[in-house]
């Protein structure tokens, strides 16, 4: 497995191949089941690696849908400090712990 065809110019990431020899490999090594759940990277999505994976049933593979802010910390830096599920602040006073900031 080989991320680099070596050339300067060359591929840089996996392949669907690298990814199939991985899996493999990882199976006999682990020896039972196998559970993905990939993003929509267009190598995840290729056709031939789809075709492997549905010969096996030892490989399920689970998509995340294109956008999923809620899985994705990030997103929520963006967002006013009130509107993020993890602002706390208005639990520090005990007298209006029981109204959330507008």
Known sequence: MCCS?????????FSWRDYRDLLIAA?????????????????????????????????????????????NPRTHRRLPRRDRPDDQTHLS????SHVRPQ
Do not use: M
């Open 27 to 71: 199976h006999q090594q682990l020896g039972g089941p196998i559970v993905l759940v990939w993003d929509n990277l267009n190598v995840h999505k290729a056709t031939d690696l789809q075709k492997f994976a549905e010969a096996r049933d030892w490989l399920t593979i689970c998509y995340l849908p294109p956008y999923t802010p809620d899985l």
């Open 5 to 13: 065809d070596g050339r300067r110019d060359g591929r840089k990431s």
């Open 93 to 96: 006073n005990p007298a209006t």
